[in-house]
């Protein structure tokens, strides 16, 4: 089982529309957890932090299920600039100093 | 806002050339990265810097080797080119170490496009 898997995509929602994408990790030691995004042919950027509780930024809701390893992240009223690749990065943390590992991203695109 | 600052932008290398990918952050931040993304695999970590004077390999260290000059400057060197090196070279910076439970945003710079013919 690799580190950090994503579904590939692509994603294609209208605007308006409220997609998900999901992540598993391997390492039940991971202590964190994030989403990142990137735009074409840009370098990625830090979309927000996920929480044992689960966090909300605006339209964006991230989850996190220890037991079952895995995270999610909810959009809601997809807009067009939201068309971008979305990347699972987890911090194994404890797993001797292993730095952030990221997934190979899920790409989504809104259409207008 | 510098931030990330790499260069070359771009670069167009024979097999057996050798170059060095330069890259400096003006944040102050102790641990830097270098990382390679292709089509279908990802960003996968080449080698990275927890702190100034110290070096450790990523995941797919081989052909290359890296300086970690001083804390704002870590650089990445192609000592003999090969095809399979043609990627997007990502240097990033946090301002945690690796092993740390908080350390979650990396800032990348805007990459250096790399073609090896």
């Known amino acids: 089982r690799k580190e950090v898997e994503q579904d590939p995509g692509p994603f294609n929602v209208p605007e308006g529309a409220t997609v998900a994408f999901n992540c598993t990790y391997s390492?039940?030691?991971?202590?964190?957890f994030f989403w990142y995004r990137q735009d074409c042919r840009k370098e990625p950027k830090l979309l927000m932090s996920v929480y044992s509780s689960g966090n909300e930024d605006g339209r964006f809701t991230a989850q996190l299920n220890r037991a079952s390893q895995y995270i999610s992240l909810l959009i809601r009223d997809s807009k067009l600039s939201d068309s971008a690749t979305y990347l699972c990065v987890v911090n194994m943390g404890s797993a001797g100093n292993t730095p952030l590992v990221f997934g190979k991203g899920t790409r989504l695109s809104v259409i207008a | 806002n510098a931030g990330v600052t790499q260069t070359p932008k771009f670069q167009v290398l024979k097999t057996g050339q050798s170059m060095t990918l330069q890259c400096a952050q003006d944040m102050n931040h102790n641990s830097m990265y270098w990382y390679r993304q292709d089509p279908g695999m990802g960003l996968r970590l080449i080698y990275y810097?927890?702190?100034?004077?110290t070096t450790d390999k990523g995941e797919v260290p081989n052909g290359y080797n890296v300086s970690r000059l001083n804390k704002r400057e870590f650089s990445l060197r192609l000592e003999s080119a090969a095809p399979s090196q043609t990627s997007v070279y990502f240097c990033?910076?946090?301002?945690w170490g690796p092993g740390a439970a908080n350390t979650g945003e990396l800032f990348f710079g805007e990459g250096s496009r790399l073609t090896v013919l």
């Open positions: 390492n039940s030691a991971s202590q964190s």
């Open positions: 990033a910076s946090s301002e």
């Open positions: 810097s927890a702190s100034e004077g």
